[in-house]
Structure formats: C-alpha cells, structure tokens
C-alpha cells in the first residue's frame, strides 16, 4: 500500500483543516488506518485511528471532540478533520496503515505503511 497526504496549511487559532490520505493497492479495506503526528524536536504521536470499515474510530485525548476520522472505502481514502485548532497542532502529520484489527492500535511501530507527511502550522 502506497499513501500520498494532502491538505497541509498554515491556518489560524480556531480554524479548520482537512487533511486527506489517498491509498494506492486494491487491499485499502485490510487495513485498519491511523493519524499520527510529529512536532519539531518531539516524538511522532498518535491522534487518531479508524477500524476497516470506518464504523469505529478512536482518538487520542488531546485531540477528542475537535478531530474527526473518516474513510471511504469506495475511493481508497482516509481523512482527518481538524477543527479548533491550536498552536500545540502544529506538527506534520502522516496517514499510516496497520494489518491489525485492533482500533486501539496507538505505535507506531504496528504500523506497516506509512505516507510522506503534511505540514499543518496553527498560528496564534
């Protein structure tokens, strides 16, 4: 599986992004898909998962009830919607594919594939 992110910005405090994750390969749906995040000079973090047919999502604390996680199978794609953003958002985020089913699947390391990162900047 080949992952491609998009969507990336500078936005302010308070604003949305919409981040998207286009997977390559006809096995999209053997996957259970995740959103991570890195931000300078920190480990890459966990924000949030989806299990394989999008009815399950589970999300980070620092990141529930303002991100949403969502798929469409049909297009081979995952997305992350960012609302009340803050400065601590800042960080590039990567899309990242893992073979187990487990929705709680927060390492990295569980992680097969993994795409190129977006860069999301929250200006205060």
């Known amino acids: 599986v080949q992952l491609q992110a998009s969507g990336g910005g500078l936005v302010q405090a308070g604003g949305s992004l919409r981040l998207s994750c286009a997977a390559s390969g006809r096995t999209f749906t053997s996957y259970t898909m995740g959103w991570f995040r890195q931000a300078p000079g920190k480990e890459r973090e966990f924000v949030g998962s989806?299990?394989?047919?999008?009815?399950?999502?589970y999300y980070a604390d620092s990141v529930k009830g303002r991100f949403t996680i969502s798929r469409d199978n049909a297009k081979n794609e995952v997305y992350l919607q960012m609302n009340s953003l803050e400065p601590e958002d800042t960080a590039v985020y990567y899309c990242?594919?893992?073979?187990?089913?487990?929705?709680?699947?927060?390492?990295?390391?569980?992680?097969?594939?993994w795409g190129q990162g977006t860069q999301v900047t929250v200006s205060s």
């Open positions: 990242a594919a893992s073979p187990l089913a487990a929705l709680r699947t927060t390492t990295v390391a569980l992680y097969t594939y």
């Open positions: 989806i299990s394989r047919n999008g009815g399950s999502t």
